[in-house]
Each structure stands twice: as C-alpha cells, then as structure tokens.
C-alpha cells in the first residue's frame, strides 16, 4: 500500500491523506460519522465531472456513480435525513458510449461507438471544428418538472453561464449555442439560463460542491489546438476565455453562497495529469513504442506555425509534446503519402515525411497556452475562496492550510498508486480510475474523487464523514 505524504501538512492532513488512499470502508467499532453543518440538502454545481459523464456518454449507471452521488450516500450515513436528486435516466437508456475492442501490441485501447438508447433526435451542424458533428437530443428527464440537486451538465461552457435557451429545444438548430443535457433536465420550452437555474436551485441548498471549468479547455486540448484560438496570439480568445472563467465563476458562487451556505470549492487539475495528454507525452511514448516493436524509429510531428501559416517541415517530438490519446492506435499505420510525384505507403508518425497531423499533437507552444489559463482560473479561485467567501478549497496551491488536487489524486495516479493491494493508474480500462474517453472517470475513480471532497470536508468543517471503499465499486459504468 502506497501512501503518500504532502510536503506542509499537519498532522490532521497526514491522517487525512492516509485515509483517502486508503479508501477503506469503516470498521464495525467505527465511531458514527459526524457532520458539523446542515448537509440535508446538498446542490451539485459543475459540468461531465459533477454529471457522471464516463467512456463519452451518460447512462444511468454513471449518473449513479458520479460522484456527488457517492458524496451524497455518505453524508447520508451522518444525516439520514439528507436527500438527493439525479435528473436520472432510464435504465439501461442512455446517450451513447465508448466500448473496448481490443488493444494494439503497444497497449493503446481501440475503441468503438456504442449507440444511445436514449437519444429521440440528432441534428447535424456540418460547421463544427474539425468536421461535421452530431448534437444528439434526449429523453427528458422525469424530474424536469423540478430542478435535480445534480446540476452538473456535461459540455457546459462558463463562457455560455447567461446564454437564454442554451437549455430550449428551439434552440437545437446547427451552429445554435444548444447543450442537449442541460435541456433534458428542465421543463419543456425553458428558456432559463444555467446561472438561473443555480440561482432557482440554491436558497434552498444547505451545503455545496463548485467543480466546473474543465470542459471549456477540452475542445482546445481534444482538438490539438485547433480550436477555440487560444493559440493565435493576433486574437483575444485567451483573455476572453480566462475573463469568461474567472467572473462567472464568481457569478455562479456568489448565488450558491447568497444566504450563508457552506460549501467546497474545487479548482481544476494539470491539463497533462489526464490520459488525454499524459498517455501521449513525447519521451514516454517513443519508450512505450520502441519496447513494443523493437526498433530505434522516432516519432515525427508536424512543426508548429501560427493559425493560417502553411504547415512546416517535419521535426522529431519533444519531451514538451503530447500525441493526443485518440491518435495513438494509428501511430505505424501506413497511409498514403505523396513523395515528389510518386504515392507511397509510409508509418503515420514514424517516418519523416509522414508526420503526426497537428491536429493530433498538443505541442508545448499550445500547452503553454492552455496552462497559463487553467494557473490564472485556478488563482482566482483560490483568493476568491480564502477572501471572499471564507471557504475550503481543493487547490493546487501547496498550502498547510489547503488540500491539493493534483497531490491528493490526478497527478499521484499519473504515477501509479496502490489502494488496499489494487494499482490505480492512468491507462484506461486496467488502471480502474479513467474511462475510455481518456478524461473522465470510473465509478472507482469518481470515488476517488468524492474521497477527496470528504477530506476537505472533514478537515474544514470538523466532521468525521467515512471515505468510500473504492475497490468494492466496479470498474466501469456501462
């Protein structure tokens, strides 16, 4: 069993530490779990990560093990009275996911689409980055009549917060700024904003979790960096977005914590700690493939330019650079090149004249990009917490006084850790915490997660809520 110890941290934190990755369900001797606040009406605040998003869709099953749901079932074990809604689907309904096919002799999963039970209508919007791409509708869910404490809504933007009919099915057209998850779990016709619906939903909230910001930075890090332009320095995409971040974020907190709520704030984890990039990262990767095939061959990427530039010449891949997750599985491929004016079938990635496409490869120019915004967010966050609203907070700011994200789960699984005998780590499917869409999560790692938000809990607040036993849930949702 590995535990591991942050640097600054009292001896409460330590404890603390021990017992998240420990994730052991309470003994039979156990003292009752205690709460020192009014958790009987918990309001979930955020976007995939809050929903249960996992393998690229929702299902009633990772709605189920999201893990403000597995944060509910234990607050529940100190306040019995304690309740909370899902805008739940039907079972076995849902929007689609990802399955496993097999793996590639370099261990890289391939996958397939597995079709929604629960989608009613699709729309095409033949303009989105990087091709055409379906927007599919859903069943309503049944409690649409009243808003779920579950208001986390996988692909909501902070950018869109104050966007009227985001949520209407009118709004469902091509191009139109439309969220089909956020329109299931309102009435018919709503027009409401998201920041409406938080500030309809909290007065009546007793205690909060606050974890969104992810899904705004995903388009540009899935895309490599082909879309959003933060990596076009002639355009203010990168102020706007942070701007976008920062002050509707507080937007959304001050209504949360509008009648004296209290509540934990989650800032967002390194980019590079999800499998997305970190299955990809540049040395690593040529280590990964060379065991597998045996050979010396580098990996070759198309060199960076700036928006509209014709692309460069090739060059090797840097330490800095990370093939995206998708891409790795047609790394070796042949593919057609043409070379003078002859075709030929040359390795995708492994020759020289036929390098990685930018739009697979997060280069360290594009990373820089993204970091600087997700450091920025989560700076604001962190003052915001300790000045303005005197809250805990999840940060990645190495503080005795604060619990650290990245320390406490996404980076310490990028390494690889152990919980009561069973290895966690960052490989989709094997490693039990990350799904096949390669950023969100399992049932196991959302509780992972919940474990993290039980420690802030039980540290600010004095409380003694029991961790969950993580290898006692499966390790997939679907």
């Given amino acids: 069993?590995?535990?591991?110890?942050?640097?600054?941290?009292?001896?409460?934190?330590?404890?603390?530490?021990?017992?998240?990755?420990?994730?052991?369900?309470?003994?039979?001797?156990?003292?009752?779990?205690?709460?020192?606040?009014?958790v009987?009406?918990?309001?979930a605040v955020g976007d995939s990560y809050t929903a249960g998003l996992s393998a690229g869709g929702l299902t009633r099953a990772s709605q189920e093990y999201s893990f403000p749901n597995l944060l509910a079932r234990q607050l529940r074990l100190a306040s019995p009275e304690a309740v909370f809604s899902q805008p739940l689907l039907e079972t076995g309904s849902g929007s689609g996911y990802t399955a496993l096919v097999d793996f590639?002799?370099?261990?890289?999963?391939?996958?397939?689409?597995?079709?929604?039970?629960?989608?009613?209508?699709?729309?095409?919007?033949?303009?989105?980055?990087?091709?055409?791409?379906?927007?599919?509708?859903l069943t309503r869910s049944a409690t649409a009549s009243a808003l779920p404490q579950n208001l986390g809504v996988p692909g909501l933007?902070?950018?869109?917060?104050?966007?009227?009919?985001?949520?209407?099915?009118?709004?469902?057209?091509?191009?139109?700024?439309?969220?089909?998850?956020?329109?299931?779990?309102?009435?018919?016709?709503?027009?409401?904003?998201?920041?409406?619906?938080?500030?309809?939903?909290?007065?009546?909230?007793?205690?909060?979790?606050?974890?969104?910001?992810?899904?705004?930075?995903l388009p540009f890090v899935r895309s490599g960096g082909q879309c959003g332009g933060l990596d076009d320095p002639r355009l203010p995409n990168r102020s706007l977005l942070l701007t976008s971040l920062t002050q509707n974020s507080k937007k959304i907190?001050?209504?949360?914590?509008?009648?004296?709520?209290?509540?934990?704030?989650?800032?967002?984890?390194?980019?590079?700690?999800?499998?997305?990039?970190?299955?990809?990262?540049?040395?690593?990767?040529?280590?990964?493939?060379?065991?597998?095939?045996?050979?010396t061959a580098n990996i070759y990427i198309t060199e960076p330019v700036s928006p509209g530039q014709t692309p460069g010449p090739a060059q090797r891949i840097t330490d800095d650079d990370y093939v995206l997750a998708t891409a790795l599985v047609r790394i070796g491929q042949r593919t057609p090149v043409q070379v003078g004016t002859t075709i030929l079938m040359l390795p995708y990635g492994r020759d020289i004249r036929n390098p990685l496409r930018d739009e697979d490869v997060l280069d360290s120019r594009e990373l820089s990009f993204a970091k600087a915004i997700v450091d920025s967010y989560n700076?604001?966050?962190g003052t915001l917490?300790?000045?303005?609203y005197k809250l805990p907070i999840i940060t990645p700011a190495k503080k005795a006084s604060t619990l650290n994200l990245d320390d406490f789960l996404f980076s310490q699984v990028a390494k690889g850790i152990s919980v009561a005998g069973v290895n966690y780590s960052i490989e989709p499917v094997g490693g039990n915490v990350f799904s096949l869409d390669y950023v969100s999560l399992t049932p196991r790692?959302?509780?992972?997660?919940?474990?993290?938000?039980?420690?802030?809990?039980?540290?600010?607040?004095?409380?003694s809520i029991p961790t969950i036993d993580v290898n006692s849930l499966p390790s997939t949702a679907q």
């Avoid at 009613?120 to 091709?131: E, S």
């Fill in 1 to 38: 069993m590995k535990i591991f110890y942050l640097n600054s941290w009292s001896r409460a934190g330590v404890v603390a530490t021990a017992v998240l990755l420990n994730a052991c369900a309470p003994s039979q001797d156990a003292p009752a779990p205690t709460v020192s606040l009014d």
């Fill in 40 to 43: 009987s009406r918990y309001l």
């Fill in 104 to 137: 590639t002799p370099a261990g890289f999963a391939r996958s397939r689409r597995v079709a929604g039970q629960a989608v009613r209508r699709q729309v095409i919007n033949p303009a989105a980055c990087g091709g055409a791409d379906t927007v599919r509708l």
């Fill in 157 to 217: 933007l902070l950018s869109q917060l104050e966007t009227t009919g985001l949520g209407n099915e009118a709004s469902a057209t091509p191009g139109a700024a439309f969220n089909p998850y956020f329109e299931r779990l309102l009435p018919a016709g709503d027009s409401r904003s998201y920041l409406q619906v938080v500030a309809a939903a909290a007065p009546s909230s007793t205690f909060f979790t606050y974890f969104q910001g992810l899904d705004d930075l």
């Fill in 253 to 295: 907190l001050d209504r949360l914590t509008a009648n004296g709520q209290r509540g934990i704030i989650a800032t967002l984890p390194a980019l590079t700690s999800l499998p997305i990039l970190r299955l990809g990262k540049g040395e690593a990767l040529k280590a990964r493939l060379r065991l597998a095939f045996g050979d």
């Fill in 379 to 381: 700076t604001t966050l």
């Fill in 385 to 388: 917490a300790s000045t303005v």
């Fill in 445 to 463: 790692g959302n509780a992972l997660l919940a474990n993290v938000f039980i420690a802030a809990l039980n540290r600010a607040y004095r409380s």
